[in-house]
């Protein structure tokens, strides 16, 4: 008899869908298998305001194939110069869900991130006060650190002093990448939680560099070594209401992937729940799923789960290796294109 498992419809609390054409290729993969998406505001130009969110939520909106019930979720990019009453009231209207914090230069178009800590306390306080969560790309980018201490040092220099600081104050420490990183989180429930990838779950530094470079294995934050993935993968499969989905999809279009200086990032929605799947089987935790994918965010985020369910089934298909962008020459590879997986989406 196949294998087959029904859950509550899954949400994914870390995702990029891009704009324009893009938008429009990537974001059905997302509404295919999930009830809700975080969606990150790094476009180019950010969603800093409220009026760029109402913007870009209608184009989203508009992108989504006819009689989708997705619900995207709107985020803001936080700057040295972020309003807090504009935040407030995009909080208070319901545009804005949260806010998220890139360090400058830390990843993909994060350049006009953060520069100055203490520029932000204000909209720190104000979002204290309001209840409205903040979203981190933890990692410390200065220059001395090395690239796989960035998170240690980010939550030793930064996110330990702020739980301090902002008591009420509700953390989400995106795409955990480290032991350090699931060990604070685990301290630190439930006023910090964090999302994990798919990625961060399968793959060590050796699949990524030790048999030829693979572009496709490169994110940020990098992906670090066996004791970190070994972390990881007990922390999401332990049910623990800290720790929940956040995929960190993120498309490029391949030309970028693999320039010489290739960008972080890769696209991931359409294999997301099939390697989740296959973890939560290896780790002998197929019934903690649900509470990961399903459960433990909107608890997190003071939301209801989905009512909805989906099914997945041990049924053996292979992953395509790209996706097709109109325009010139734009495609956007699919991480495990091209392998097989076990696990897939049957009924959602
Ligand atoms: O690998 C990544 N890609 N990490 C991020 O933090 C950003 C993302 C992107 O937007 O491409
Ligand atoms: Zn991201």
Redesign the pocket.
Known sequence: MTARLTIRKPDDWHL?VRDGEMLKAVLPFTAAHFGRAIL?P?LVPPVRTTADAIAYRERVMAALPKGSTFKPLMTCYLTDETDPDDIERGFRDGVFTAVKLYPAHA???SSAGVTDYRKIKPVLARMEKIGMRFLM?GEDVDPSVDIFDREARFIEKYLGPWTREFPGLKFVLE?LSSKEGVDFVRAHSPQVAGTITPYHLELTRTDWLGWGLKPYMY??PVIKTERDRQALRKAATSGEPCYFLGT?S?P?PVAKKLSVNG???IFNAPVAMAVYAKVFEEEGALDKLEAFASLNGPRHYGLPPNEETIALEKKPWTVPEEIKIPGPDERALIYRGGETMAWQVVAA
Do not use: L
């Open positions: 990029h990150m790094n990843t993909t178009y790309h795409h994110v940020m960190d993120a490029h960008i972080p990032g």
